[in-house]
């Protein structure tokens, strides 16, 4: 799972490249597995002092990397429930419904223009 930014880093040129070369190389965020992505993610997030920790994962379907798609799916299924008990977790598909197999709380945007508003909102909800 590529780390475009770490928590302390500022937003400047380098780790604005790091996005670029990400867009750029269409191999490179290919063959991603979800539940390695969510567990070190967490782990990441887990290891922050702030309390009330939130994570929104983003999917455009199904979780499928080469290898066993069966493990893959119950890896991170495990990897959510372990979670979700930790953090609050939401998940957002992107133009797919595949996330409320996985998550708790999930949701659909079928345009990226929706996508603001929706985070926005549950943000809100989670914070308030």
Not at 76 to 95: P, Y
């Amino acid at each position: 799972m590529p780390i475009f930014k770490g928590w302390n880093e500022s937003l400047s040129a380098k780790q604005r490249t790091r996005f670029v070369q990400a867009m750029q190389d269409v191999d490179m965020l290919k063959n991603n597995i979800d539940g390695e992505c969510v567990q070190i993610a967490a782990s990441r997030l887990l290891a922050r002092k702030e309390t009330g920790k939130a994570m929104f994962v983003f999917s455009d379907g199904s979780p499928l990397a080469y290898g066993d798609a069966n493990a893959q799916r119950s890896h991170l299924r495990k990897v959510v429930k372990d979670h979700e008990g930790l953090m609050h977790i939401e998940a957002i598909g992107i133009q797919t419904e595949s996330p409320q197999a996985y998550y708790a709380n999930s949701f659909r945007v079928d345009s990226l223009e929706e996508l603001p508003k929706l985070l926005l909102e549950r943000v809100k909800k989670i914070v308030l």
